[in-house]
Structures are given as C-alpha cells and as structure tokens.
C-alpha cells in the first residue's frame, strides 16, 4: 500500500471513498489556514475541521459549546489553505439533531463554505439525518464509537465495547449513504470487525491498526501539549516544549535589548 504523493490533483470524495482495500487513508484536524497549508504541503488526504476546536483552540472541556458560525469561520478559513487535500467539516452539537431539515439547511451551508464534506456522529439513530443529507448531494463521513457530543449521555469519554452496537451503527451509516466512517476509542479487534463489516473506509482514531486510515488531533501529533497525550495518540514532534523555550529566548533578547538588531531594523 502507498500513499497518495502530495503533488497531484485535488483528493474528490469518490478518491476517499475508493482508497479502501488499496492505500492507508491519513487525515488530521486543521482548524486555520496556516495548518491547512503545512497539512496540504506534508500530503495528508483530507483535513477534518472538527469541532475538537471546542477544546483545543477555545479551551472548553468538550465540544458541546461550538456554534454552527464558529464552526463555519474555521471551515472558511481551512479552505483557503487546502489546495488539494478534502475538507471535511464537523456538524456541531444542536446543528442537525432537530430534524434532517435541520441537517440539510445546515450542513449545506458547509459545501457553501468550501468544504467538500460534513462530519456527522452518532450511527442508527442518526441515519436519517445523514440520508437526507445525501440525497442533496451532501457527502457525509460518519462517526461511531464514542462519539464526544453524546459525553453527557455517556458520563464521560470513555472506550466503547459493545461490539453488535457499534457494527450495526457503522452499518447503518453506510446503507444511509456515507462514503466514509470514523471509528473512536473502541478497543481493535471492534475496529477490525467495523472494518470488515462495512464496504466504505473507516478511519480509526483510538480503534486499533486495522482500520483503513487514521486521523489525529493537530495538537496531539504536533505534541503542542506536553502535559496532556490521550493514549491513542502519538506526538511527531514537541511543538509545546520548542515554542515555549522559543519565547523565552524572545522575552530574554527583548529584556536585555539584544532584539531588535541592526539587521531587522529599517535604514
Ligand atoms: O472533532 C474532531 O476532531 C473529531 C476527530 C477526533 C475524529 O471528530
């Protein structure tokens, strides 16, 4: 299996929807321009605007507090840093559980923003919505396992186990006619059985190796905080621990007068 090589054409959702059984899928979440011009350089194949945003740009303890326009802004603001990678925008909490008019209105408003795609959690008891989605032309990625909008249903974000449950949702996602299926925080032998069960790729986060792609918060794969690394992710680099000692030397150069120099000062 290769990867798709960062110079050709834009990644369509059909592309997504075909890597299954022939390449690894690999998504990160970008939430600003500058990070979908770094994710589009690096080759990922789609940038998901998640509404994780909640916590790690907001600073909330969940993403129940995300709005539809927050959530539009950063779209706006990742598609035009995305040259070619597919943008993937998360519905937010209360903006298509109402009804599935709801979810068109709504989610139209994403592709309206440039985004190739919504994000929609929950598996049967959301299918509607997603079919309805679809039949106007709105690809939907789904999301079973935990699905962090339900943390109060929940009592917190916790691995899910029930294997039939989560089968059956990612089943019901796919006959409602996602191209794609995010699977969180279950243990890997339930990602491997998804994986098996469903015919659109599902893309594991916390859901073992066996799924066909994986996704990572920007955040935890940049290590931009050192003191918090949820199990399931893996830091590339300590981007928290450079950018502090950065500043530090920025705060020491400004204290001492040695910044700014005579070369980055105007003649
Ligand atoms: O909001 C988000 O970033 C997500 C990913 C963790 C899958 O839904």
């Known amino acids: 299996m290769s990867s798709l090589p960062p110079t050709v054409r834009s990644v369509t959702v059909p592309d997504f929807r075909a890597a299954k059984g022939a390449r690894k899928l690999v998504v990160v979440t970008g939430y600003d321009y500058t990070a979908a011009r770094i994710l589009d350089a690096a080759g990922v194949d789609a940038i998901l605007v998640g509404d994780s945003l909640g916590m790690v740009v907001q600073g909330h303890a969940n993403s129940l507090p995300v709005t539809l326009g927050q959530m ?116 890997p032998a339930i990602g491997e059985q998804v994986t098996k069960a469903v015919g659109i790729p599902t893309i594991g986060i916390g859901a073992g190796a066996a799924c066909d792609g994986q996704v990572l918060v920007w955040h935890d794969l940049l290590g931009l905080y050192p003191d918090f690394r949820p199990k399931f992710a893996k830091a590339y680099a300590e981007l928290g621990a450079q950018a502090t000692t950065a500043i530090e030397s920025y705060c020491r150069d400004v204290r001492d007068g040695t910044f700014p120099g005579p070369e980055h000062t105007f003649k």
Do not use: W
């Open 72 to 187: 539009l802004y950063h779209t706006r603001c990742v598609v035009r840093g995305a040259t070619r990678a597919l943008v993937v925008a998360d519905l937010p909490f209360l903006s298509y559980q109402a009804s599935s008019e709801q979810s068109v209105r709504n989610a139209g408003k994403f592709l309206k923003a440039g985004a190739a795609a919504v994000k929609i959690e929950g598996g049967e008891r959301m299918a509607d919505r997603i079919a309805a989605c679809v039949r106007a032309d709105i690809p939907v990625m789904g999301h079973v396992g935990l699905t962090p909008q339900s943390v109060r249903k929940l009592g917190g974000f916790k691995v899910q186990r029930d294997a039939d449950r989560i089968v059956a949702d990612a089943q019901a996602v796919e006959a409602a006619g996602a191209f794609a299926i995010v699977i969180e925080s279950v243990p």
